[in-house]
């Protein structure tokens, strides 16, 4: 896995050669080459700011000359009318940049908007709110950097730095007790140090991973909380917990009163609304 900063240089290079093609005819036909000017982010509706670090970093990779006056920070608590920051330089420039900034952090600022009401709803209890891999294709972290920022936790970032074992792995691996023992003896040939999750899906399957031990953390998938709350008993501190599987913010605290560690939720990063916000020349 690339280091963040690459990733987001690659990101936005990528971004920029999809939006401008052969260039942005429109500025270029009707700004001139050297003309300088200032526009301000302005927020049209409440919400937790998110992104606005990347945006800096947008601003610099396309010209490092950009001055940006930071007013808000990544996490603050906004409301319509706010001003994020405000930022001068070449016009051109900052034209191309406009759509790319605004789309990354109304994105973002959605993700933390989302993900700031479920943290929410688990006020005083000691279950984290967690995402899945359900992120935006090439924005995955930008997508779990917003989670962040609202106020939940990061579940694996991707195939390479955990191993899940869901049910089709169990399926394929020819049972639960096989799952488990190849991936510590994967683990053991390789030297890899990785957590190691797997998912149950009724009680039998639980009885099996509590038999063959071996794990740091076990999924309830699809458990309702009266079976949450008996699973939980049954783990009693051996292992790490999480439910999952269609859990909504309207059942969230049911799950996080029966004692689980985590609930991975990943409506926190699809199906989620921009937070309206426009780049305004001032």
Do not use: W
């Not at 900063?5 to 036909?29: A, M, V």
């Not at 790319?100 to 929410?120: P, R």
């Not at 699973?231 to 009163?257: F, M, N, P, Q, W």
């Amino acid at each position: 896995m690339m280091d963040f900063e690459t990733y987001l240089n690659d990101f936005i290079d990528r971004c920029i050669k999809e939006d401008i093609g052969d260039g942005d005819h429109t500025s270029l036909s009707c700004i001139p080459a050297d003309a300088t000017g200032r526009a301000q982010l302005i927020i049209k509706e409440d919400g937790v700011l998110a992104g606005v670090e990347v945006a800096k970093k947008v601003f610099e990779h396309l010209d490092k000359d950009f001055k940006v006056e930071q007013l808000l920070n990544d996490g603050a608590r906004v409301k319509k009318g706010d001003i994020a920051f405000r930022v001068s330089g070449r016009t051109q420039t900052l034209l191309l940049a406009e759509r790319l900034v605004l789309n990354i952090m109304q994105h973002m600022s959605g993700i933390a908007t989302q993900t700031a009401k479920y943290v929410e709803k688990l006020k005083g209890l000691k279950t984290n709110v967690i995402d899945t891999r359900k992120t935006t294709p090439g924005m995955r972290l930008l997508d779990k950097m917003a989670v962040k920022i609202g106020g939940g936790g990061n579940h694996r970032i991707g195939l390479f730095d955990m191993i899940l074992l869901k049910d089709n792995h169990v399926d394929f691996a020819g049972g639960i007790d096989k799952a488990i023992l190849r991936a510590k003896d994967y683990l053991k040939k390789t030297g890899k140090d990785l957590k190691i999750e797997i998912e149950v899906r009724n009680f039998d399957e639980l009885e099996q991973v509590l038999k063959v031990g071996g794990v740091d953390r076990i999924m309830l998938d699809n458990f309702t909380p009266k079976n949450t709350r008996e699973a939980v008993k049954r783990i009693a501190g051996k292992y790490e917990t999480e439910s999952s599987g269609g859990i909504t913010i309207d059942t969230l605290r049911d799950y996080a009163e029966c004692g689980v560690d985590f609930i991975s939720v990943g409506a926190l990063t699809h199906h989620v609304g921009s937070l309206d916000m426009s780049l305004k020349a001032y």
